[in-house]
């Protein structure tokens, strides 16, 4: 990515606290689904997790709940994001850091088991993508797993016609032939690629890419219950100042006084 569009991605996300501390309020049901996949699928020996493009941190720090024996790493572009990760969420497992993932210096020093990318892939712009699956290829593990939540063509195009203020500075379309392309760059497999409905038909995909799939009994191996709303209340109250905290405008305070008993 070139310095100056860097500097633009990083000035948005650096103001985009607001709507993702409202995700994470209100459980956003795109990022609720994507967690649980997600954990659904990680396999349960799993030692280590990056999540790259954390945002405000909600995702990596479920990760780290579920996956307790894992060491979970969530990266930003967004200096002003991955702080507030850090200030929010908080356990022994559990790391965040300001990384640009099309950067040069982007690089850990060892592979990771899984790798989470969840409304990241679309962000990557098309030139930058051969340069990226390297990257990817040299931070995953031998047996590693790729994991991607992302909007399908058909939402993207429907975001260009009807709500263009809904997108950001890049917002690339992500094809079954582009994950099959990465699963190829990654040496691995596309064990996984479906279609899911969040507000409109088919307007999400997940995506699984493996290095050593694994065929065994199922286990019972399924996603855990995610901080219950009440419980991110809390937290919120207590963690982020009040100039920082959407709670107290009207309509999300109404929410909450609708919604108090749900544990979703």
């Known amino acids: 990515m070139q310095q100056e569009q860097r500097e633009i991605v990083e000035a948005f996300y650096d103001g985009f606290q607001q709507k993702l501390i409202k995700d994470y309020l209100l459980g956003n049901p795109r990022i609720v689904a994507a967690i649980q996949f997600m954990q659904e699928h990680i396999r349960p020996n799993c030692a280590s997790i990056l999540d790259i493009g954390c945002g405000l941190g909600w995702s990596t720090y479920e990760f780290a709940r579920f996956f307790s024996r894992a060491t979970v790493l969530?990266?930003?572009?967004?200096s002003g994001l991955a702080g507030m990760a850090a200030h929010l969420f908080s356990r022994p497992n559990l790391d965040y850091r300001k990384v640009d993932v099309t950067s040069e210096s982007f690089s850990f020093d060892q592979p990771f088991d899984a790798i989470t990318l969840i409304d990241v892939y679309e962000h990557i712009p098309i030139s930058e993508r051969?340069?990226?699956?390297?990257?990817?290829?040299?931070l995953l593990s031998d047996s590693g797993q790729l994991l991607i939540a992302t909007p399908t063509p058909l939402h993207q195009q429907w975001l260009r016609e009807h709500a263009p203020e809904g997108l950001q500075p890049v917002d690339e379309d992500v094809t079954l032939e582009d994950m099959q392309a990465l699963a190829h760059a990654l040496d691995g497999q596309l064990t996984v690629f479906k279609n899911i409905s969040i507000w409109n038909t088919n307007d999400y995909f997940h995506a699984l890419i493996e290095r050593q799939p694994v065929y065994q009994v199922i286990e019972g191996h399924r996603p855990g219950r995610l901080t219950p709303k009440i419980w991110r209340l809390g937290r919120t109250l207590r963690r982020l100042p009040w100039r920082n905290n959407p709670i107290f405008e009207l309509d999300t305070l109404k929410y909450f006084l609708k919604t108090f008993f749900s544990t979703k």
């Open 130 to 138: 051969v340069n990226f699956h390297q990257h990817l290829y040299r």
């Open 74 to 78: 969530g990266v930003d572009i967004s």
